[in-house]
């Protein structure tokens, strides 16, 4: 079940909403194969009516569950946003999506764990990367030397 607060309850109060959202909700199943979402989103949020539209302020908090795209090991990557806020438009063309006087905050939330997921997720940051073929964990590689071997660094040293 989305999350979803009534419009007219707002006109005489602002509303407190906490508890957990099904990750089935947030549809962020197939946005990356090293991402899994296998617990819910939890929130604790105060939505309050503001003319022709809503603010929603609180915080965000979902575990994710992960490969880790250099070595494949298994970690979970906890996303906390602790002072998530969206101003909901009733009117115009972005406006929130509303049902029978109820206005659904599920879009808003879902676009703004989309930007925390992570790009390429690590298990840890100098991660090495896959055991070679003779069993030996791959050397680390500093940030100083993938700088000087890069394709940059080479063309740097071509004099015209």
């Not at 109060?13 to 089935?24: F, N």
């Not at 680390?140 to 740097?156: G, H, I, M, P, Y």
Request: glycine residues 4%; contains cysteine; negative net charge.
């Amino acid at each position: 079940m989305p999350l979803q607060v009534n419009i007219h309850h707002l006109e005489k109060k602002d509303i407190h909403l906490e508890g957990e959202l099904p990750a089935a909700e947030l549809q962020l199943d197939a946005v990356d194969e090293l991402i899994h979402l296998r617990e819910p989103l939890r929130y604790d949020l105060t939505v309050e009516k503001l003319g022709h539209s809503l603010l929603a302020q609180g915080s965000l908090k979902l575990t994710l569950h992960c490969e880790c795209a250099r070595c494949l090991k298994a970690f979970d990557y906890r996303i906390e946003i602790a002072q998530w806020a969206a101003h909901l438009p009733l009117d115009g063309e972005e406006r929130v999506p509303v049902h029978d006087d109820l206005a659904d905050l599920t879009p808003s939330i879902r676009e703004d764990i989309l930007l925390e997921l992570p790009q390429h997720p690590l298990c840890e940051i100098d991660c090495a990367g896959l055991p070679n073929r003779a069993g030996k964990p791959a050397k680390k590689v500093k940030a100083s030397q993938t700088e000087s071997s890069s394709a940059w660094a080479e063309l740097n040293k071509l004099k015209f």
